[in-house]
Nanobody, 127 residues
Framework: QVQLVESGGGLVQAGGSLRLSCTASGRTFSNYGMGWFRQAPGKEREFVAAISWTGLSTFYTASVSGRFTISRDNAKNTVYLQMNSLKPEDTAVYYC????????????????????WGQGTQVTVSS
């Protein structure tokens, strides 16, 4: 059974930084792409970033491109989301997600690609 556990959320002032971590268990981590999504109060869950199973390809939604960086450490079964220059509009619960199929993610920004989800970690950015 695949389990995803996020950590690293918290309260930060605008312009600050946070690094989220997501540790996976239950299968061979290095064979799977990974994604991050977020959900603000009253809004739908939206794509933030994804990384390919090789780690060679990364994908970002436009609003975070240049500020956020997704990376992975296969030796630690962990994917990271480094968030810099945070803005109040980045406030949300952030979720780690993993697809059910190995290797390439056909549509990294699509929620339907992902079968497994973490419990979420709250990120609050104050102005």
């Amino acid at each position: 059974q695949v389990q995803l556990v996020e950590s690293g959320g918290g309260l930060v002032q605008a312009g600050g930084s946070l690094r989220l971590s997501c540790t996976a268990s239950g299968r061979t981590f290095s064979n799977y792409g990974m994604g991050w999504f977020r959900q603000a109060p009253g809004k739908e869950r939206e794509f933030v970033a994804a990384i390919s199973w090789t780690g060679l390809s990364t994908f970002y939604t436009a609003s975070v491109s240049g500020r956020f960086t997704i990376s992975r450490d296969n030796a630690k079964n962990t994917v990271y989301l480094q968030m810099n220059s945070l803005k109040p509009e980045d406030t949300a619960v952030y979720y780690c997600a993993a697809p059910g199929h190995a290797r390439a993610i056909i549509s990294p920004s699509s929620r339907g690609e992902y079968e497994y989800w973490g419990q979420g970690t709250q990120v609050t950015v104050s102005s």
